[in-house]
């Protein structure tokens, strides 16, 4: 029973969670999440619906203060709803999934609930449900032996071999010395080579380790799964490449791989023509070969330009700049329009539009692409900056407060939007607010920006003040 998308369920659902989405908007997270509750109540393989709910828990939650004394009051007294959802797990995957939701409503960051939940949605056989979840607490608790082991295990069993190997590697770098992780990792490293190679066909009917055949092979597989380095290795493994696509002609993935070595080689009208006759072959509507043609397209407009600053030709490269820039803004909106269930595109075609200056498309997008996790706080952030540019301060400062709130640790993404909050809050005159975002940043990362000299010209002001204070008040 695979997840289902927004597309495929009636018209009444994807109505509750736009207006779910519309309440996170707004701030209203308590409705949003009891909605989106309802929702996967009526259709638990909703995945989007999933999501959303996750990002309107954490956010919830993180704004409540979070905290270790939550988690275990959390544990404590959800010990009977665990108790239920494991005796559920077997026969009836989906109430046990549906008691561990609401588990999670009390502290979407809890361990034992996120474990809980992921496995009723493994035995309901909705993977993406699972890794989602193990994901989100995976940056919570980076270095949770089991739950990196479980996430790794999911992402093998599912076929994700890049992620799988990386997540092992993790592993592996918290315990060096651990059997079981080195053998699951070794797995991984031979799943993700014959992956790249794409031999996900014949891997599938045995023991991925008897698909290679001797030590040379493997390293062979590896040295391609590297970056290469010379132009040897490049031209060699694009003749191994050609040996393939002339055996499968029909093979998307050889086609895609031969265009990413040819791009390697510099070769681009050959990298762009394996693409094209990739995107041929499949039919087209391929959003991940529509991304490579694009990201060749650049590369080639990069060493065009490269050329001309080194034949002293700055006219030159001014004008392939320019039609550079054109060229990443008429694809970006081209790419929306042909997929235009993409939030990631939606996110692209909105910094494109910020950078134009054109804020009230840019918003458009913005909003929309909020809905993507992976891009929900970045366009949170553009979204305030575009009101900032219009003037509108007020509506700045609540989209900054709320993708602040949905942050735990002070990194470099909320560095960026507590600075920017410091600058609206300056704008609206409310200066003593102001100071002590910059002070948050300056405690951690004196060099961030200009903060050091702004906290440098605040406790100066306050010394030659009347009274002659020295700190703030």
Not at 159 to 166: L, N, P, Y
């Amino acid at each position: 029973m695979p997840e289902v998308t927004l597309n495929e369920v009636p018209r009444k659902l994807r109505e509750l969670v736009d207006k779910a989405s519309a309440a996170m908007e707004r701030g209203n997270t308590d409705y949003a999440v009891e909605m989106l509750l309802n929702v996967l109540d009526t259709e638990p393989r909703l995945f989007e619906a999933r999501k959303l709910l996750r990002t309107a828990q954490v956010a919830r939650f993180v704004a409540g203060g979070g905290g270790a004394g939550r988690h275990l009051m959390a544990t404590l007294t959800g010990l009977g709803g665990m108790i239920s959802a494991s005796a559920l797990l077997k026969a009836k995957p989906l109430k046990a999934l549906q008691i561990a939701e609401r588990l999670m409503n009390k502290d979407p960051l809890n361990r034992p609930f996120v474990k809980l939940v992921a496995q009723a949605a493994i035995a309901a056989e909705l993977p993406q449900t699972a890794m989602h979840a193990l994901e989100i607490a995976r940056e919570a608790y980076p270095n949770d032996v089991e739950l990196l082991f479980q996430l790794g295990t999911l992402y093998k069993d599912n076929g994700i071999t890049d992620k799988a190997r990386e997540t092992f590697e993790a592993l592996y770098r918290l315990r060096p010395n651990d059997p079981r992780i080195i053998k699951a990792l070794k797995d991984a490293q031979a799943m993700d080579s014959m992956h790249r190679g794409r031999w996900v066909e014949v891997g599938a009917k045995g023991d991925y380790r008897k698909v290679l055949r001797d030590q040379e092979e493997a390293l062979r597989l590896e040295q391609a799964a590297k970056a290469v380095k010379t132009a040897s290795d490049i031209e060699n493994l694009i003749a191994d490449q050609l040996q393939k696509i002339e055996r499968e002609p029909a093979n998307v993935n050889y086609r895609r791989a031969l265009a990413d070595l040819y791009a390697r080689a510099e070769r681009y009208d050959e990298a762009l023509k394996a693409l094209e006759e990739a995107d041929r072959i499949s039919g087209g509507g391929d959003p991940q070969i529509d991304r490579a043609i694009s990201q060749i397209r650049v590369r080639q407009y990069d060493a065009a330009i490269q050329q001309a600053h080194a034949a002293g030709d700055p006219a030159r490269a001014a004008a392939l700049e320019s039609e550079k820039k054109e060229y990443l803004f008429t694809n970006a909106q081209e790419r929306v329009k042909r997929y235009p269930n993409d939030l990631q595109f939606k996110y692209d075609l909105g910094v494109l539009l910020f950078e134009r200056g054109m804020f009230t498309e840019a918003i458009q997008q913005f909003q929309q692409s909020q809905r993507n996790p992976q891009r929900r706080i970045r366009s949170l952030y553009y979204l305030a900056r575009c009101f900032e540019e219009k003037g509108q301060l007020d509506i700045a400062a609540e989209q900054l407060e709320k993708a602040a709130s949905e942050l735990s640790v002070l990194d470099n993404t909320k560095k960026d939007i507590l600075y920017e909050l410091g600058i609206v809050y300056e704008r609206m005159g409310r200066a003593d607010k102001a100071v002590e975002l910059f002070k948050e940043i300056y405690a951690v990362d004196i060099a961030y920006r200009d903060v050091a000299q702004r906290i440098e010209r605040y406790y100066k002001a306050q010394s030659s003040s009347p009274g002659g204070a020295t700190g703030p008040a």
